[in-house]
C-alpha cells in the first residue's frame, strides 16, 4: 500500500509531461482517492457458476482479477443459508459477473433466513439437487403424451 501514493505521483508527473490538461489530473486523483475507498469495502462477488463471495477488496487489476480477505461462500437454499470461510481468495476475472458494494449498516439478508451449519446447508443442497433431477426425469418420462 506504501507504493501507492508512488504511482500516483508517477502518473501525474507523465500526464504532465505530456502537457494534459488540468481534468486529466483531477480524474487521476479522483480515481485514485474511488480506489482507496473500495479497497477497504466489504463486496459482494458473484461469479459465472453462481456461487455468490464476500470479503473485503485488497486488490484488483485491470482484468477484474481480484482478491478478498476474509472471504467466505455464500450458499443460499430456500430460506437456509451458510456462510462458509475461505480465508484469502484470489479470484480470476473471466469468472467474475457482478461486484457490490455491501452496505455495513443495513441487514444483509431478509429476516426470514435462517443460519444452518455447512454440513446441513450440503444436505439441503443435495436435496434439492435430487429434486429437480427427479423433475426433470419426469418430464422425460412423460415427453410421449404430447400435451401442448
Avoid: W
Wanted: net charge negative.
Amino acid at each position: 500500500m506504501s507504493s501507492f501514493p508512488h504511482l500516483l505521483q508517477a502518473i501525474l508527473t507523465i500526464q504532465l509531461d505530456f502537457s494534459l490538461c488540468k481534468v486529466s489530473i483531477v480524474i487521476a486523483k479522483y480515481l485514485a482517492l474511488y480506489t482507496i475507498i473500495y479497497v477497504v469495502e466489504k463486496l459482494l462477488v458473484l461469479l459465472r457458476d453462481g456461487r455468490k463471495l464476500l470479503g473485503i477488496l485488497r486488490s484488483f487489476d485491470q482484468f477484474a482479477n481480484a482478491v478478498l480477505e476474509g472471504a467466505c461462500e455464500r450458499v443460499i437454499v430456500g430460506d437456509l443459508y451458510c456462510d462458509i470461510p475461505l480465508g484469502l481468495y484470489v479470484i480470476r476475472g473471466e469468472n467474475v459477473v457482478l461486484i457490490g458494494e455491501l452496505d455495513l449498516e443495513r441487514e444483509e439478508l431478509p429476516p426470514h433466513m435462517t443460519r444452518v451449519s455447512a454440513v446441513e446447508i450440503k444436505r439441503a443442497q443435495k436435496a434439492e439437487q435430487d429434486a429437480t433431477d427427479l423433475k426433470g426425469s419426469m418430464r422425460k418420462r412423460m415427453e410421449f403424451l404430447d400435451l401442448d
